[in-house]
């Protein structure tokens, strides 16, 4: 069974809390989803293995440390995970990012691929999957299945607010990929958002509604 790792660190903590705000601004909302991003992309990088290496300082040698092993990559689930990406990148500036647009049939619920572009070396990397909303599941379910199909191996799941509907959907589909979030919310309503939630974050990112 795959872990849940929800970060209760207090500057996101802090953070989600004006994401939440019906009254934040788009511009504000932009912003802080990036933020909050960077801070979970620290948080969710942890471990990654690291290999010692002998620096030449101004004054002696000294014994320090470079990320090693496999090369990562980020794959955003358009659109709404577009807004996750600025953040990761500032912190790890040559990562590669992958597109896949799916959208939720506004009826079914069920997911719609619109969009996959991977680099073309995807089955040789780490796979951190972002995207803000973890609701029914089923987005990120498929978008895990649709990057098992094109070679991805190792796959981690980065979402700022989840149901718990959603991460059961994915522990079932996928145990072999950790969710990382900043909050687990309390259940969806009839229309599959999340409650008490945000609203549609990719309406607030981009200024749709
Ligand atoms: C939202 C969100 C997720 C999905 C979550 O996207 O960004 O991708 O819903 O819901 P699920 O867990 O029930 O699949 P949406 O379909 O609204 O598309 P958008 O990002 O283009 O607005
Ligand atoms: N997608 C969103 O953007 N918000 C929700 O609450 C559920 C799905």
């Known amino acids: 069974?795959?872990?849940?790792?929800?970060?209760?660190?207090?500057?996101?903590?802090?953070?989600?809390?004006?994401?939440?705000?019906?009254?934040?601004?788009?511009k504000e909302f932009r912003e802080i989803i990036s933020e909050i991003s960077m801070l979970m992309c620290?948080?969710?990088?942890?471990?990654?293995?690291?290999?010692?290496?002998?620096?030449?300082?101004p004054v002696d040698t000294a014994t320090?440390?470079?990320?090693?092993g496999k090369k990562l990559a980020i794959v955003p689930i358009l659109r709404a995970g577009l807004g996750m990406?600025?953040?990761?990148?500032?912190?790890?500036?040559?990562?590669?990012?992958?597109?896949?647009g799916l959208f939720r049939d506004p009826e079914t619920l069920e997911p719609v691929k619109y969009y996959f572009k991977m680099p073309q070396d995807i089955s040789e990397r780490d796979?951190?999957?972002?995207?803000?909303?973890?609701?029914?599941?089923?987005?990120?379910v498929a978008a895990v299945t649709f990057l098992k199909e094109a070679g991805a191996r190792h796959i981690k799941l980065?979402?700022?607010?989840?149901?718990?509907?959603?991460v059961e959907a994915m522990q079932k589909a996928h145990p072999d990929v950790d969710i990382y979030v900043a909050?687990?919310?309390?259940?969806?309503?009839?229309?599959?958002?999340i409650v008490p939630g945000l609203g549609d974050a990719g309406d607030r990112i981009f200024g749709t509604k």
């Open 85 to 100: 990406v600025d953040g990761m990148v500032t912190l790890m500036p040559n990562v590669k990012v992958g597109h896949l």
């Open 127 to 140: 796979v951190i999957v972002v995207d803000p909303m973890l609701a029914t599941g089923g987005s990120a």
């Open 64 to 68: 320090c440390y470079q990320i090693a």
């Open 42 to 57: 620290y948080e969710a990088t942890r471990d990654l293995p690291v290999e010692e290496i002998q620096v030449e300082t």
């Open 158 to 166: 980065m979402d700022i607010i989840a149901a718990p509907e959603g």
């Open 183 to 193: 909050a687990l919310d309390d259940h969806l309503n009839e229309h599959g958002y």
């Open 1 to 26: 069974m795959s872990k849940v790792h929800v970060f209760d660190h207090p500057l996101i903590q802090h953070k989600l809390s004006v994401l939440r705000d019906k009254s934040t601004s788009v």
